[in-house]
């Protein structure tokens, strides 16, 4: 079985259901063109965005955290403002506002936060030039 979060493979679990001795957890990772045109290397970064509902299911806390120690990894590139751009529908989580989870999880990074909740895809992806999805 494949999954594309270790949430999902969590969640299921713990409902009741079973996994094949074979499971893996696996992002869905899809390119776009354009990639390997120049101009577009780590170095010219200026946005990571999440693009899905805002909540923890759809891995919002694991993109925050991986933002966090990318900026840690490669202080270099992370030295001048990077956005973080998050484009989805609002909805609140456990921990009450989710534009108060993601400020208050991000408020000591380099980091100029975006959030946009009227895109649909296709907008989005037009900026980006990868994608995870969540299912």
């Not at 079985?1 to 074979?22: A, R």
């Not at 390119?31 to 120049?38: A, I, T």
């Not at 989805?88 to 999880?105: D, F, M, P, R, T």
């Amino acid at each position: 079985m494949l999954s594309p979060t270790k949430y999902l493979l969590n969640w299921m679990s713990s409902h009741g259901y079973t996994f094949p001795k074979v499971t893996f957890q696996r992002p869905y990772l899809i390119s776009f063109e354009g990639k390997s045109e120049p101009g577009n290397s780590v170095e010219d970064i200026s946005e990571l965005a999440f693009f899905g509902r805002l909540q923890k299911r759809k891995g919002l806390h694991y993109f925050a955290n991986a933002a966090k120690r990318l900026s840690r990894l490669y202080p270099k590139i992370f030295s001048r403002p990077i956005t973080l751009s998050f484009l989805g529908k609002q909805y609140h989580i456990e921990e009450g506002s989710v534009l108060e989870y993601i400020k208050e999880n991000l408020d000591d990074m380099n980091f100029e936060l975006m959030i946009l909740s009227n895109l649909d895809s296709e907008e989005v992806q037009s900026r980006c030039i990868y994608m995870l999805y969540s299912r």
